[in-house]
């Protein structure tokens, strides 16, 4: 996949995704009452169309440079598949740490997620396991001594 | 009044538990930016949270400490490792390192250290006396003018930022509608709930700049594991240049700092461009512009100066306006809300020992760079050591920590996570984030600065030019905007190709 390829697909989803919140936009309050001032629908339908017309725009752009560059599918992403499942997983772990938090509570939420993290990015470093052990127990208690509850 | 406000500020930032924020903040933003990859955004909202129980005079000697701080630590990994540590230090890269490698690596320490003091000094002086001046003629402001200058500020964000002009405009055209959601201020009404009762309050400005900037890098981070760097055996001691050569480079000295001043007061991703620039205009204007590129000490001189001058050329704007001048002033504005100040014209009168500590904080930010930079360079060794993954698990958790300390519940742990996927693709699709976090800092301010204005005319728009700050805005913009194709289109039709001598 090209980084051109990419960006057409992201812009046509920005494009989709702003139709449907536009359509929402519409039920919202045209004008305020007993005045001229612009109502509570305005600025979402601004932005919306706004973001609608610079994504065409950006796919208009990205398909005359590939006409003009025919033959070249454009700059590849640049990732292996390793690294895309590498940035998969770390994300998946943050996620699940995030649902992870309201069960169980701070310390075994950042624990799962730290270790789950340094497991996927392989460091194997005993050092860096006690740092990250440490460095968690320190923040749970610095914050719980600055009044901010964590759990 | 303002002395009694001088004097107070100056009282609280030499209280000793204040010294110890800035030097622990000047300490935290060298290790920071050192560290590949972790620039200045990164730095200050990691750093966010811990500000909560501060005053705002000790949050802001912390944050400002690792703002400063954090622009000067990327030079260290420019010049040791031909990595820039963060993308000021990018125009660093080929003389620094071309001297590290001659074994001039400690004079192009020393020269990155001076010259990052001298431009932080320098632009702290210019925001000690713009500021007031400017705040004092921006409180006279209306909703016209409001509306002129932030739609000036998200425009010219979108033009300067890097990458394409389209790209960079729809970015802050998405940042800007995801402040849509929430309660209407102006008249109480509801958009975008979505069931969640936490969206009353629209999305956490927090919890998305700590998504886009800090997660995406986590994840940028996550792609590739590095080993260690290798930067050879030479030892990183810093060699301070001599009177004598610093007066020998003076013009390129003063030159950046001006440069990196003018530059970081205009919105954008000003700390890169400034440094670019400066490096740019110290090579034009050599006389020996072939020794660049292979260890010419102006050439680290001029971006350094210039980048750490953008710091104080970024407040400018945001002190005064609420219009943030760098990305790491976007987050600046999220410590002001923390601390239940809205940055503006009238911070000048609401808090003036705030302003005050602000000014006098980053003389003696700079000044205590000077000290820990010399050791921080000393055993930076062993940071620069730190293979990048390192870092990703203790950044990330320091994510959730911030976000979830903002109101005390995990949604906004989960819009910090939706902001960072978000902030990620866009990164590797190379749209620019910068304009993303600006165009939802300056959002709500479009908004109620052009219904206020439509209110204030009864429907007309033509109002909106009736002022003459206003008008002389649109007319800066219509001429930043139309200057290049403008230029382009009269050397063509004088027969010369625009590439030739387009910069």
């Given amino acids: ?151 | 009044m303002i002395p009694e406000a001088f004097v107070s500020a100056l009282s609280q930032l030499t209280a000793p538990f204040n010294l110890l924020l800035m030097a622990g903040g000047v300490t935290i933003g060298c290790v920071v930016g050192i560290l590949p990859g972790l620039g200045p955004p990164i730095a200050v909202t990691v750093c966010l949270p811990f500000t909560f129980y501060l005053t705002p005079i000790q949050a802001f000697s912390l944050l400002l400490g690792v703002y400063s701080a954090a622009v000067f630590g990327g030079s260290v990994s420019a010049i040791t490792l031909r990595i820039p540590g963060t993308g000021a230090a990018l125009a660093t890269v080929a003389d620094g390192n071309a001297m590290f490698r001659q074994g001039r690596g400690g004079e192009a320490l020393g020269l990155a250290l001076v010259g990052s003091i001298f431009g932080g000094i320098f632009s702290a002086i210019v925001l000690s006396f713009t500021a007031p001046f400017l705040a004092r003629f921006a409180i006279k402001f209306g909703p016209r003018e409001y509306l002129a200058v932030t739609i000036f500020g998200v425009l010219i964000v979108g033009r300067v930022s890097h990458g394409s002009l389209l790209k960079g405009v729809l970015m802050a055209a998405v940042g800007m509608f995801l402040t849509t959601f929430g309660v209407d201020y102006l008249n109480g009404n509801t958009r975008y709930l979505f069931g969640r009762y936490e969206l009353y309050s629209g999305l956490p400005l927090i919890a998305v700049l700590v998504g886009v900037f800090a997660v995406s890098e986590v994840f940028m981070l996550s792609e590739t594991l590095k080993g260690k760097p290798n930067r050879g055996k030479q030892r990183l001691r810093t060699m301070l240049p001599s009177l004598k050569s610093l007066f020998r480079m003076r013009a390129a000295l003063i030159r950046s700092a001006i440069i990196g001043t003018v530059i970081g007061i205009i919105p954008g991703e000003g700390a890169a461009i400034g440094a670019f620039l400066s490096y740019s205009e110290a090579k034009r204007t050599s006389k020996h512009p072939e020794r660049f590129g292979e260890g010419e000490p102006e050439g680290v001189l001029a971006p350094e100066t210039a980048n750490n001058s953008t710091v104080g050329g970024a407040l400018v704007p945001t002190l005064t306006l609420g219009i943030p001048g760098s990305p790491a002033a976007a987050v600046l504005l999220g410590a002001f809300l923390i601390q239940g100040l809205n940055a503006g014209p009238r911070l000048m009168t609401d808090a003036p020992e705030l302003m005050y500590s602000i000014f006098v904080g980053l003389f003696m930010i700079n000044i205590m760079m000077m000290g820990i930079g010399l050791v921080a360079i000393r055993y930076s060794a062993s940071v620069t050591r730190l293979p990048s993954q390192y870092v990703v698990p203790l950044v990330m958790l320091l994510c959730f920590v911030g976000a979830y300390s903002i109101n005390n519940d995990s949604f906004s742990v989960f819009v910090m996570l939706g902001a960072g996927v978000f902030g990620y693709i866009v990164r590797k699709l190379d749209f620019p984030i910068a304009p993303l976090a600006i165009g939802f800092v300056l959002g709500p301010l479009l908004e109620t600065s052009f219904r206020q204005s439509i209110m204030v005319s009864q429907g007309s728009v033509a109002t909106f030019f009736a002022s003459p700050i206003a008008l002389s805005l649109y007319g800066l913009l219509l001429f930043v905007f139309l200057w290049q194709p403008v230029r382009d289109l009269i050397r063509r039709r004088r027969g010369s190709p625009a590439e030739e001598q387009s910069d």
């Fill in chain 1, 1 to 151: 996949l090209t980084k051109r390829t990419l960006t057409v697909v992201f812009c046509s989803v920005l494009i989709v995704a702003s139709v449907l919140l536009f359509i929402q936009a519409l039920g919202f309050e045209a004008k305020a009452i007993n005045t001229r001032t612009p109502g509570t629908r305005f600025f979402p339908i601004v932005t919306l169309s706004a973001i609608v017309a610079f994504s065409g725009a950006v796919i208009v752009k990205e398909l005359r440079d590939g006409a003009r560059s025919a033959g070249s599918g454009g700059e590849a992403l640049g990732l292996s598949r390793e690294q895309v499942l590498r940035v998969v997983l770390v994300a998946a772990t943050a996620f699940l740490a995030y649902f992870l938090w309201d069960l169980l509570g701070f310390l075994p939420m950042a624990y799962i997620m730290v270790a789950g993290t340094t497991i996927i990015l392989k460091i194997r470093s005993v050092w860096a396991y006690g740092v990250m052990a440490v460095a968690v127990v320190a923040l749970y208690f610095i914050f719980k001594a600055l009044e901010i509850p964590l759990d």
